[in-house]
T-cell receptor
Framework: SQQGEEDPQALSIQEGENATMNCSYKTSINNLQWYRQNSGRGLVHLILIRSNEREKHSGRLRVTLDTSKKSSSLLITASRAADTASYFCATDEKDKIIFGKGTRLHILP | NAGVTQTPKFQVLKTGQSMTLQCAQDMNHNSMYWYRQDPGMGLRLIYYSASEGTTDKGEVPNGYNVSRLNKREFSLRLESAAPSQTSVYFC??????????????FGPGTRLTVT
């Protein structure tokens, strides 16, 4: 089955800086989603971008989608300590979604 | 509105024991899912139920069974637990399936250790 794959696996940045993480996938999709997981918790949905969209914003989040390259990026601007978490992309496959292995983001004070 | 609830939160089993993980949602969602998450891995789908009355296998169904008891509840059963089933189990729900154009809502997880 296809699976989104995030890059980098881990990322540490200073508070206030921007964080960018990427997701690549293998086959065509209808939409791509990003989720956040705080340590020891369930996943929380952040944003969904459809295949006919190129960019989407939600607060400090900006997601882009390039279907020709089969890739997406998640940008978090002006990072905060509370953004420390793992971030997963998820791509659709029939009537379910498949998650990548995630990027662990650590915001340094 | 509690969202997605899971019980128990923690469980320790001996090899060969059985148990059922319970999941319930109060959002009137049609679709429900069971995932497992292992260290350094993403979430792997065990089973899902696209709508009440249907269940389907995901990526890693071996050693598990599920029951969609009603629209609200979706349980996961381990008939004979093995150490390889030590993991964190998450239940999720979404309004509809169908190319998954809908966000999933997750429960807090069940941490299972099999010795």
């Amino acid at each position: 089955s296809q699976q989104g794959e995030e890059d980098p696996q881990a990322l540490s940045i200073q508070e206030g800086e921007n964080a960018t993480m990427n997701c690549s996938y293998k086959t065509s999709i209808n939409n791509l989603q990003w989720y956040r997981q705080n340590s020891g918790r369930g996943l929380v949905h952040l944003i969904l971008i459809r295949s006919n969209e190129r960019e989407k914003h939600s607060g400090r989040l900006r997601v882009t989608l390039d279907t020709s390259k089969k890739s997406s990026s998640l940008l978090i601007t002006a990072s905060r300590a509370a953004d420390t978490a793992s971030y997963f992309c998820a791509t659709d496959e029939k009537d379910k979604i498949i998650f990548g292995k995630g990027t662990r983001l650590h915001i340094l004070p | 509105n509690a969202g997605v609830t899971q019980t128990p939160k923690f469980q320790v089993l001996k090899t060969g024991q059985s148990m059922t993980l319970q999941c319930a949602q109060d959002m009137n969602h049609n679709s429900m899912y069971w995932y497992r998450q292992d260290p350094g891995m993403g979430l792997r789908l065990i089973y899902y139920s696209a709508s009440e009355g249907t269940t389907d296998k995901g990526e890693v169904p071996n050693g598990y069974n599920v029951s969609r008891l009603n629209k609200r509840e979706f349980s996961l059963r381990l008939e004979s637990a093995a150490p390889s089933q030590t993991s964190v189990y998450f239940c999720a729900s979404s309004a509809l399936a169908g190319r998954s154009s809908y966000e999933q809502y997750f429960g807090p997880g069940t941490r299972l250790t099999v010795t």
